[in-house]
């Protein structure tokens, strides 16, 4: 009789957990709620139990026992890194598919964190608690400005504020109250912002004896600390820099005795050569997909054989790098008003070909919410970085969603950047470049509609003469082609020129 894992989560990385289950051999057990019941991730489910809400542990604790689970697994964001629901999940007599509630606890405290590294002699940055204003007027006179607050139980780039100035010093206030609300823990920390640092996470897995690194990834294109970009691996180019933080990050998972996966973050400063700690992730992670797709190991079999079988059936010197690979992440985002996009998704149209695959939680009939959401993730997968990078354009250009907005043409703007096709990009790419891109899609936008207004304007005269005709000749295509675009050139022309004189 297989094994019955129920998976507490839904869109994407539902589909991409049960995909590895029935792949093993086990049956996969879904949750779901009224909003979701055209949900692609229910398909994939041997059965499900309906429930109010994806955070109401005890709904989903209740639906695994009923259904007849062994396993619970989390997948990511949630209730991934909440120590309490692991601790219940454990003493209702189920096997938590993640690590224990003893290191998700210690991770998400971020200066216990920052103390272990210390003691490791892992450099961090200077940090300080800050309670109120005098404490980060201290740290102001050593450190100077811009600087970066940060709830201590903060996760998912959650409750980030930076200080460019004395005048952002009231945001504290504000934060000490958010942190409370959300992590019912106050504590908030600071510490001096970086402007142009490169993202580098490294991913390990640990059986609670050995630790072994699965190699590393960037995650330097965000927006709003989300991040939309990844590549495996990542492109450091200083000699031993790599291997230097390889190190630290095992040095980090055996200190813990890390059980199941953990993805060390790192930031490192081009200007200095500095790396620092930033800091721990414990469970899957959003970005597995790139380590897996250069690795050839796949991450949610790894977990559930640490979690099950107390193995990961792994050693150092059988994990090399295959190749190169880029994931790019599409939310729903209105681009020119930088807001969350609703909608009921009517066409999905997903690209496939050699070295591409995607993870996707929509298809139509599914309604968005007005809340950013990971609606597909697109990876592609070549033998070098450009191969891989030009599949993923490819992959972008192909790619159909209608129903709502999504930031797609962003996503085709920062991989046609110079600065991602040679690989010298920072955090700050999209902050600096984002105008610009913007500006850019504006005008196209434009242009385009002039395309099509004056498209309907000829159609309409010349329709019934053209239909008349039965058919048309490649010849008669190219002839109405090249009108059409000089007729919409002419309008576009007109009305740019109208709107600089304004």
Known sequence: MSRRILIANKGEVAVRIARTLIEKGYHPLGVYVS???LSPHRRYMVEEAKISSYTNAEEIIEAALELGAEAIHPGYGLLESEPGFSQEVARRGLIFVGPPP????????????KTLAEKLEIPTLPWSLVKNEEDLEEFVRTYGYPLILKPVKGNWGRGLRILWSEKDRDQLKTLIKEAEKIYRDSRI??????TNVKHIEIQLIGDGEKVIHLYDRECSIQDNYMKILVEAPSTLQV????????????SIGEAMRLRNLATIEFLYDARSRSVFLNEVNMGLSPEHAVTEAVT????????????????????????????????AKVFNKNIFRDEPSSGLIKTYNEPNGLGVACDTGIAPGVKVRDEYTLLVKVLAWGSSRLIALNRLKRALNDIYINGVHTNIPVLREILDSKDVENGIYNTRFLVEKRDEI???LRERMLLHAIASISLIEYGSK????????????????????SRTKRTAWFYYARLRERIRRK
């Not at 003893?102 to 964190?113: M, S, T």
């Open 462 to 481: 010349e329709a019934r003469k053209i239909l008349g005709e039965g058919k048309l000749s490649t010849e008669k295509i190219m002839e109405n082609a």
């Open 296 to 327: 050839r190991i796949d991450l949610v079999e790894k977990q559930v054989e640490a979690a099950l079988y107390s193995t990961i059936g792994l050693k150092q010197e059988n994990v090399s790098l295959n190749g190169w690979a880029f994931q």
């Open 102 to 113: 003893g290191q998700i606890e210690f991770a998400r405290d971020k200066l216990a964190v």
């Open 438 to 440: 913007i500006s850019k």
């Open 189 to 194: 920390y600071v510490e001096p912002y970086i």
């Open 239 to 250: 000699n031993g820099l790599r291997e230097k933080i390889l190190n630290y990050a095992l």
């Open 35 to 37: 909003n979701d019941e």
